[in-house]
């Protein structure tokens, strides 16, 4: 089954005790947070998530291993208790043979979800640059539309492309904006990363770089 590929191809990373585990692309972001749920389960934690594939239509998240002595802890629990994971056996916090999470982890995938979701949309956030680019691509559809039809109708053709630029601009910004609140109400930090996006930490967490991320 795919679900237990994918699950068997990142437990065979984070066997290697690779520093960065890459979670396969998935079609949906809860079944990239319940992924990423059973990897923090082994002693790794969220790291980052970004959009790949056609069209942008996957989310890829990105895993680092916690140095942390109750990541440890965690880790040798979960082995103990799940040894046949990745081999049709029980994988911790998700129900046997899916993606689905088990009632316990429920609230901890949520906030996967939103720490996913937050990332991948910086794709999307837009610029005061954009935003003129945008607009400034109705002002050149209204004047194309100018040859073949009436004024009337090509400014209305216009000002509409343009009122659906302004929408989708706006319900961009207050999803963002609540899943920002609701990240910080959970204890996270908002912090900028170098290119300047707003990134959400656990306290005492550091941005991904070249080392250990989250090394004391």
Not at 103 to 110: I, K, L, N, S
Not at 119 to 124: G, I, K, S, T
Request: net charge positive; hydrophobic share 45%.
């Amino acid at each position: 089954m795919p679900v237990e590929r994918h699950i068997a191809g990142m437990l065979q990373q984070i066997a290697r005790q690779q520093d960065i585990v890459e979670i396969a692309p998935q079609g949906s972001t809860p079944k990239a947070a319940a992924l990423a749920h059973v990897a923090e389960q082994y002693g790794y934690t969220y790291g980052m998530a970004y959009r790949t594939g056609f069209k942008n239509s996957l989310v890829q998240v990105r895993m680092y291993r916690d140095p942390q002595p109750d990541a440890r802890v965690r880790e040798a629990a979960t082995i103990t208790t799940h040894p046949q994971a990745g081999n049709g056996g029980t994988v911790p916090g998700l129900e046997q043979g899916s993606l689905k999470p088990l009632p316990e982890a429920v609230g901890d995938v949520a906030v996967l979800k939103d720490l996913i979701t937050f990332d991948v949309m910086a794709l999307y956030v837009v610029d005061r640059s954009q935003k003129v680019k945008g607009y400034l691509a109705c002002v050149v559809l209204t004047v194309l539309l100018l040859i073949d039809r009436s004024p009337v109708e090509a400014v209305a053709s216009g000002g509409a492309v343009a009122l659906l630029f302004t929408v989708a601009f706006k319900v961009g910004a207050i999803r963002r904006g609540t899943i920002a609140q609701r990240l910080t109400a959970a204890g996270f930090l908002a912090v900028r990363d170098e290119r300047g996006d707003e990134r959400f930490l656990r306290p005492g967490q550091q941005l991904p770089g070249p080392t250990n991320p989250f090394a004391a």
